[in-house]
């Protein structure tokens, strides 16, 4: 038997895991014990885990092959009756997901840091998903926390590298391995779900064309296998669909700054008539037509709204839920379809509880998020598959659609702006600041806009009780536009300053106005009460999607 070694290690301060698993600098992440440390860590708060059967797999970023030897060689010594890893260490996080369920595993690791760019400069990340598919609640992720803080040594045991390019099943210590497709189960269950043959139809409908832009990210290998192999799909409607460990040196973030390869195509004239992309993990997505961009808060609204035409929802939806931020444009599908819309905080984990306890269908976020109850994670393929399955079923352009939501429901206008890179102190005093004069804006008049409320959003799990503290500053208006703002909880370097401005235009003609145009106001205030700008020194945001 392989000698299991305890080797001496010494906590570290820094591992508290953030909106979505722990984050850092891929030279953070080298330092000796660190990523260890974090895997220990995660093995203790969950109690050991002897006998227990795991996934692990990653966005193919630069630190991801070597991380899972790391994990691999500590799972054998930690006990771990099975592990089953994605072929070349590859996992998209829904497929991850969608594994973890299906195989009725007690978890598993997901090695990405998302759409923060990477190779050996960039950001590395890793993230521990529950038995449900989901990821780690705060109440884990908080255990996790607070064992990386005292642990001093961690188990593994000397094994040579495993090769990770072909389908095998083998051992390590006692621990069987499996290295499996990391495509084919999940492509199965988008079968499931959407029907098949209408969108092969589709791709064959000469008046049809789309561009998908995996931003060599993860999402390649599974838009070949289920837009050309399964659809029949051109090939030339795939770009950058090959994973390479820096993602050809651009933020694998699926936004109109980042996805400038598909914002171009999608932007020219004779743009084909659907275009969509993914983030380095596979979980967001972005939604463009032609010379159109779908907002996220709208597209998930759509998808509700239009569900029954989708094979997978036709008997109805559950209910729907949204992160605060997100726009309100999906409250006004649920009550239309008469069921319930939860507004839970920022982060995939909070819709878990509501998922398990059958309370929600669809769930989404501002931040490029959509999915359903099929996982326990957002799913970027599974959300352009949606609008696929929506063009296939309506007949009409993708900035129809929208316009024909907007034109029943309003349309809730909506923006986002990053300030990326704040120096922290200042931009955590800009929110403590905004927070202290909060009880006295309630009834303040700017102009024709007048705050009804102002405060620290927390949240009440309804299904655990668990309470979430300060989730976000909200000022909601009278008219119910809104502004919130809230320092983000995924960043490497500095702080990420989020500001969300929404407002709620019903009158037919104004539908189709800019949203910068239409939100200005509320931009101008939000600047008035934070002097954001001028504190930071910043003439513009870094991003506005
Ligand atoms: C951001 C988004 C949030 C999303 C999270 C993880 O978090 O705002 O909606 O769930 O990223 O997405 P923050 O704390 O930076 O605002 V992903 O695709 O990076 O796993
Ligand atoms: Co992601």
Same mark, same amino acid.
């Given at each position: 038997m392989t000698q299991i070694k305890t080797i001496a290690s010494k906590p570290f301060s820094d591992q508290r895991p953030g909106t979505s698993g722990l984050r850092k600098k891929v030279l953070?992440?080298?330092?000796?014990?660190?990523?260890?440390?974090?895997?220990?860590a995660t093995f203790n708060a969950l109690g050991g885990v002897k006998d227990k059967q795991i996934a692990v797999g990653g966005d193919g970023r630069?630190?991801?092959?070597?991380?899972?030897?790391?994990?691999?060689?500590?799972?054998?010594?930690?006990?771990?009756?099975?592990?089953?890893?994605?072929?070349?260490?590859?996992?998209?996080?829904?497929?991850a997901s969608c594994i973890i369920r299906k195989y009725k595993l007690d978890g598993g690791f997901i090695l990405s840091a998302s759409h923060n760019p990477g190779g050996p400069d960039g950001d590395f990340g890793i993230k521990f998903n529950t038995t449900n598919g989901g990821p780690a609640p705060e109440?884990?992720?908080?255990?996790?926390?607070?064992?990386?803080?005292?642990?001093?040594?961690y188990l593994s045991l000397d094994n040579p590298d495993i090769d990770l390019d072909h389908n095998a099943a083998f051992t390590v210590g006692d621990m069987q391995v499996e290295v499996f497709d990391p495509v084919g189960d999940y492509a199965d269950l988008m079968a499931e779900i959407f029907d098949f043959d209408l969108l092969a139809e589709l791709m064959q409908d000469p008046n049809f064309s789309f561009c998908f832009d995996a931003m060599h990210a993860v999402t390649g290998p599974y838009a070949d296998e289920i837009f050309v192999n399964r659809l029949k799909a051109p090939l030339s409607s795939l770009l950058n669909c090959t994973p390479k460990p820096d993602f050809g040196g651009g933020h694998p973030d699926p936004n109109l700054?980042?996805?400038?390869?598909?914002?171009?195509?999608?932007f020219a004239d004779k743009a084909p008539v659907f275009g969509a992309a993914s983030d380095g993990d596979g979980d967001r997505n972005m939604v463009l037509g032609d010379n159109f961009f779908v907002n996220p808060s709208d597209s998930v609204a759509i998808i509700a709204a239009n569900a029954h035409l989708i094979k997978g929802y036709k008997n109805g939806l559950k209910g729907l839920a949204r992160s605060m931020p997100t726009s309100c444009a999906l409250d006004?599908?649920?009550?239309?379809?008469?069921?319930?819309?939860? !507004?839970?905080?920022?982060?995939?984990? +909070?819709?878990?509880?509501?998922?398990?306890? *059958?309370? =929600? $269908?669809?769930?989404?976020?501002?931040?490029?998020?959509?999915?359903?109850?099929?996982?326990?994670?957002?799913?970027?393929l599974w959300a352009v598959l949606c609008w696929l399955n929506l063009l296939a079923a309506k007949k009409m352009s993708v900035r129809d659609i929208v316009n024909e939501h907007w034109q029943k429901f309003g349309r809730n206008v909506y923006s986002r702006h990053d300030y990326e890179e704040v120096d922290s102190d200042i931009a955590h005093e800009i929110?403590?600041?905004?927070?202290?004069?909060?009880?006295?804006?309630?009834?303040?008049?700017?102009?024709?806009? !007048?705050?009804?409320?102002?405060?620290? +959003?927390?949240?009440?799990?309804?299904?655990? *009780?668990? =309470? $979430?503290?300060?989730?976000?500053?909200?000022l909601l208006f009278k008219d119910s536009s809104r502004i919130i703002l809230r320092l983000s909880g995924t960043g490497t370097s500095g702080a990420t300053l989020r500001l969300y401005f929404e407002k709620v235009e019903k009158e037919s003609t104004q539908m189709n106005l800019d949203a910068q145009t239409a939100l200005a106001p509320l931009i101008e205030l939000a600047e008035k009460l934070t002097s954001l700008k001028k504190l930071t020194s910043r003439s513009e945001p870094t991003v506005i999607t």
């Open positions: 953070v992440f080298q330092q000796p014990h660190y990523l260890e440390n974090f895997v220990q630069f630190y991801n092959l070597e991380a899972l030897q790391i994990i691999i060689r500590m799972a054998a010594a930690n006990g771990i009756k099975k592990i089953m890893v994605g072929r070349n260490g590859i996992l998209s996080t829904p497929a109440k884990v992720t908080e255990k996790i926390y607070q064992e990386s803080l005292s642990l001093t040594s700054k980042y996805a400038a390869d598909l914002v171009k195509i999608m006004a599908v649920a009550e239309d379809l008469g069921i319930d819309c939860f !507004e839970t905080p920022t982060g995939w984990k +909070f819709f878990g509880n509501l998922l398990d306890a *059958g309370r =929600l $269908s669809i769930c989404g976020e501002e931040s490029f998020g959509t999915s359903s109850d099929h996982v326990r994670e957002k799913d970027g929110v403590d600041d905004l927070k202290k004069r909060l009880s006295k804006l309630k009834g303040c008049k700017f102009g024709p806009l !007048e705050i009804a409320q102002a405060d620290d +959003f927390s949240y009440l799990d309804p299904i655990d *009780g668990s =309470l $979430s503290e300060n989730q976000g500053l909200r």
